[in-house]
């Protein structure tokens, strides 16, 4: 099985297998070390993994710093993981803000990502955004800024049945730090915080948003343009 680790890259293609480990930490995936826009279609492209995704782990980001993605001023999505792929954990990183965090990415359109912080369609299982069970608070991700004005286009995007189980926990959705490094600047996403969608209206898709036992699980939904969350279909 092959183990790969990747530093320091932009625009960044990931093809799915069965018993695939990939680490993707400390890249700057949109935008320049000076700041600049230079955007990507997507950030992070996790591929699709059919008929098995056995043993498949991807990690975006980690909970040190030096493994933080910036991915922000894409021209479409920050990350997409596609149909079928499966173990995917993103977690640490910046996803639509500066490369400090603390202010959306000024580019025009492409301020933040242009569509979705994260995409993940239909017929993908056991993926985290945020806090793993029982890892650190430097797993937070931040994703505010994204998507277009009268749109829904939200932080995550999460489509289909058979997402299962996803995790959400620990994440700021709309907020960018304060110089003490707490969620409480707004920088919210243009249309939802959190969208969830079950379109084939089967209950199929389970969903753990937030945890109890520790705050470090909680979630924050702030200034965002539409609803903080939004979930159809159930």
């Known amino acids: 099985n092959p183990d790969h680790q990747i530093k320091g890259c932009a625009g960044i293609a990931v093809d799915g297998a069965a018993g695939l480990q990939v680490e993707i930490k400390g890249n700057s995936l949109g935008i320049k070390p000076n700041g600049d826009v230079a955007g990507n279609y997507y950030g992070i492209h996790v591929g699709e993994c059919f008929p098995s995704c056995a043993g498949m782990k991807v990690e975006i980001g980690g909970s040190a710093a030096a493994d933080r993605n ?3 001023g894409n021209d479409h999505r920050g990350i997409l993981i596609s149909d079928y792929a499966e173990g995917t954990e993103v977690k640490g990183n910046f996803i639509g803000t500066s490369a400090d965090g603390m202010s959306c990415v000024s580019g025009g359109a492409n301020s933040g990502n242009l ?3 994260i995409y993940m369609p239909r017929n993908t299982d056991e993926n985290i955004i945020g806090v793993t069970d029982g890892g650190a608070a430097g797993e937070r991700n931040i994703i505010s800024c994204n998507g277009q004005e009268n749109e829904p286009y939200s932080g995550p995007y999460m489509f289909g049945r058979h997402l299962n189980p996803t995790r959400v926990a ?18 919210g996403n243009k249309g939802h ?5 079950d379109y084939y209206l089967d209950g ?5 948003i937030g945890a109890e036992g520790d705050e470090k699980y909680a979630n924050i939904f702030s200034s965002n343009g539409l609803n903080g969350i939004y979930i159809s279909g159930v």
Do not use: K, M, P
């Open 70 to 72: 910036i991915v922000s």
């Open 115 to 117: 569509a979705d912080g």
């Open 170 to 187: 620990g994440n700021c959705f709309g907020l960018c730090l304060n110089a003490g490094g707490r969620c409480d600047a707004a920088c």
């Open 193 to 197: 915080g959190l969208y969830f969608v």
């Open 204 to 208: 199929s898709a389970e969903q753990t």
